[in-house]
Nanobody, 124 residues
Framework: QVQLVESGGGLVQTGDSLRLSCAASGRTISSYAMGWFRQAPGKEREFVAA????????NYADSVKGRFTISRDNAKNTVYLQMTSLRPEDTAVYYC?????????????????WGQGTQETVSS
């Protein structure tokens, strides 16, 4: 069984940068595509970013393209989300997810494993 734990969230100001981490345990995720999703109060969970099994291909939501970067370090069994130029509308609980396939995906239903989430709040 794979367990995913997000960390790195917190309270920041508009324009700040922050890096979220997703640490996997139980099994290696080196053969899993990984993704980040977020959910703001009163809104549905939305796709943020995805990365294939070795990091050679990435996908981003239009709302974060050019500001966020997803990466992975398979030796550390960890996935990251580097966030820059943060805005109040980025405030949400951020979730990492993994799926038993090597190709990236953008739909929540395509993922098999989910973390518990980490809160990111951006103050104006």
């Amino acid at each position: 069984q794979v367990q995913l734990v997000e960390s790195g969230g917190g309270l920041v100001q508009t324009g700040d940068s922050l890096r979220l981490s997703c640490a996997a345990s139980g099994r290696t995720i080196s053969s899993y595509a990984m993704g980040w999703f977020r959910q703001a109060p009163g809104k549905e969970r939305e796709f943020v970013a995805a990365i294939n099994w070795v990091g050679g291909s990435t996908n981003y939501a239009d709302s974060v393209k050019g500001r966020f970067t997803i990466s992975r370090d398979n030796a550390k069994n960890t996935v990251y989300l580097q966030m820059t130029s943060l805005r109040p509308e980025d405030t949400a609980v951020y979730y990492c997810a993994g799926r038993k396939f090597v190709t990236a995906a953008m739909r929540a239903g395509q993922y098999d494993y989910w973390g518990q989430g980490t809160q990111e709040t951006v103050s104006s």
